[in-house]
């Protein structure tokens, strides 16, 4: 600071420390609200007794052969319809985590209520195989956080994936004209370390997959795991048996492994497109 006769001074400004005191307390506030947000956003697994009695105490992974993911109201519905739906299959843990768009699975340790949107596993008696229905939105800071904990917990030396996903016959892109005779249909996508033959064409660009199913292909790709994506297009938003049966062949080369229902009943397919229906509501 001059004064009026030249002099300069040395002058303390008292407005520049309460301004970076206040940038503290502010920095402090929005690491705290970015804490509580992450904590409240965090992916809890919960594995039921049964599963984690079976393992063992020098064991803490899963020893599985086959992971099957179904993504979507038809890809669930499918497995509800046509393998899930005899004595073979056991509960054996979910996934809860809360958003913006699936606040009611956010009770850590509760199993998700019948009906509610949640992530569910289920293993085989019998075989190595374990399936899961995820039928909840994730969010996009929520993938990196379900692959990674959900892997985690697998013996992944061995382990092939599969995944099943739904997706709006309006969402395909192509140059040709698409019959509505050839909807539902499906399209593959496959990470480099799986060498099997895919039993559909592969997606087209510049056609992409978002969400979970993405997510988890990247995971298999980044660490070598053979994996497999089935995408099936289709112009219905809810249930339909005509749009699930695009998934049976799919599960062919799982046949030693995975028995299908040949034909659901009616009551049965019924039931699956009541609770589609039922989340796909406006109002719910």
């Known amino acids: 600071m001059a004064t009026f006769f030249g002099e300069v001074l040395s002058v303390y400004s008292r407005a520049v420390e309460e301004d970076e005191e206040e940038l503290d307390d502010e920095n402090e506030e929005d690491e705290q609200i ?13 594995w039921y007794p049964e599963i984690t009695q079976s393992q063992g ?4 992974t899963l020893q599985c052969s086959d992971l099957i993911i179904a993504v979507g109201p038809n890809a669930t519905g ?25 606040r009611g699975s956010s009770r850590h340790k509760s199993a998700p209520l019948p009906g509610e949107p949640a992530c569910r ?33 697998l013996q992944t030396r ?25 909807v539902p249909f499906l399209r593959s996508l496959k990470s480099s370390a799986f060498q099997n033959k895919t039993l559909c064409p592969a997606l087209e660009q510049p056609n992409i997959q978002t969400g979970l199913p993405a997510a988890v292909l990247s995971h298999c790709q980044v660490y070598q795991i053979p994996a497999v994506l089935y995408r099936c297009y289709t112009d219905v938003i809810s249930p339909d048996s005509i749009t699930m049966e695009t998934y049976k062949p799919v599960l062919t080369c799982l046949s030693k492994l995975v028995t299908l229902e040949t034909c659901p009943s009616t009551d049965v397919l019924r039931k699956i497109a009541k609770i589609g229906e039922a989340q796909s509501n406006l109002y719910t």
């Not at 970015?34 to 919960?46: D, G, M, P």
């Not at 892109?173 to 050839?182: C, E, I, M, Q």
């Open 34 to 46: 970015r804490r509580e947000l992450e904590e409240k956003r965090e992916v809890y697994i919960e």
């Open 57 to 60: 105490s020098g064991s803490s």
């Open 78 to 102: 499918f497995l509800s319809a046509y393998v899930l739906n005899t004595d073979s299959w056991d509960a054996v843990g979910h996934v809860s985590l809360w958003n913006e768009k699936s």
């Open 121 to 153: 596993f289920y293993r085989h008696r019998d075989n190595p195989v374990l399936m899961c229905q995820s039928t909840s939105y994730i969010a996009e800071d929520q993938l990196f956080q379900w692959t990674e904990k959900v892997f985690g917990c």
């Open 158 to 182: 061995g382990l092939s994936v599969m995944v099943l996903s739904d997706s709006p016959v309006a969402e395909y892109k192509t140059p040709d004209y698409l019959y509505s005779s050839a």
